[in-house]
């Protein structure tokens, strides 16, 4: 059973650009969740998607947008990115929606805006 | 509200010491989820234990164990005999599966630092 997987691990942006991250859920698992992690914090939640729907979002702003594939592959996608949005990225996967499964990690994007 | 806190920020032991991380939540509902997740410095988020809010049973997996109490909302982990491997941050979580929407809300986050 293949786990969660981000890509990239890391990347580095300037103020202003655009960035894309790349999740692979965990086999057999339908919904994705989005997770920011500042330094020295916990995770917050920005979005969550099931069987390619938006699933809930959280206090974010909505340059934060993303997409689930019918493969259950999801992106996040940042526009026109500000400092305060380095942090780790967190993606997590399960095998249902509405908090009755398991959120299962993956190792994160680490994303430094310059 | 929904919240968790963790009031321990860094908790430093020697090997082989017990060591007790707290937990208290705040939740509307009657139906929800806690967990425990482990954060080591590679950053990724390992499960370590999911108890729903109808399950006061305290358990224990090898070192590890947790005490769930309804009366003080809390739900506080203890890593017996340490080992340096433990050294990490310990996040815990709610979720609460009543509002569709399945996120989890995590604490800030205990530092945990187990030296030989």
């Known amino acids: 059973e293949t786990g969660v997987t981000q890509s990239p691990t890391h990347l580095i942006k300037t103020r202003g650009q655009q960035v894309t991250l790349r999740c692979s859920s965990q086999?057999?698992?339908?919904?994705v969740s989005w997770y920011q992690q500042a330094l020295g914090q916990g995770p917050q939640f920005i979005f969550q998607?099931?069987?390619?729907?938006?699933?809930g979002r959280g206090n974010f702003p909505p340059r934060f947008s993303g997409l689930q594939f019918p493969n259950y592959s999801s992106e996040l996608n940042v526009n026109a990115l500000e400092l305060d949005d380095s942090a780790l990225y967190l993606c997590?996967?399960?095998?249902?929606?509405?908090?009755?499964?398991?959120?299962?990690f993956g190792p994160g994007t680490r994303l430094t805006v310059l | 509200a929904q919240k968790v806190t963790q009031a321990q920020t860094e908790i430093s032991v020697v090997e082989k010491e017990d060591v007790t991380l707290d937990c208290v939540y705040e939740?509307?509902?009657?139906?929800?989820?806690l967990f425990w997740y482990k954060q080591p410095p590679s950053g990724e988020l390992v499960f370590l234990i999911r108890?729903?809010?109808?399950?006061?049973q305290n358990e224990i997996s090898g070192r590890y164990s947790w005490n769930f109490q309804k009366s003080t909302s809390s739900f506080n982990f203890t890593i017996t005999a340490s080992q340096v491997v433990d050294s990490a941050v310990y996040f815990c979580a709610l979720s609460e599966p009543n509002y569709n929407t399945d996120k989890l809300i995590f604490g800030t986050g205990t530092r945990l630092q187990v030296f030989p």
């Open positions: 086999s057999g698992h339908n919904t």
């Open positions: 108890r729903n809010s109808f399950d006061e």
């Open positions: 997590a996967s399960s095998l249902a929606r509405a908090g009755r499964d398991t959120q299962y």
């Open positions: 939740t509307r509902d009657t139906t929800y989820y």
């Open positions: 998607y099931y069987r390619e729907e938006e699933n």
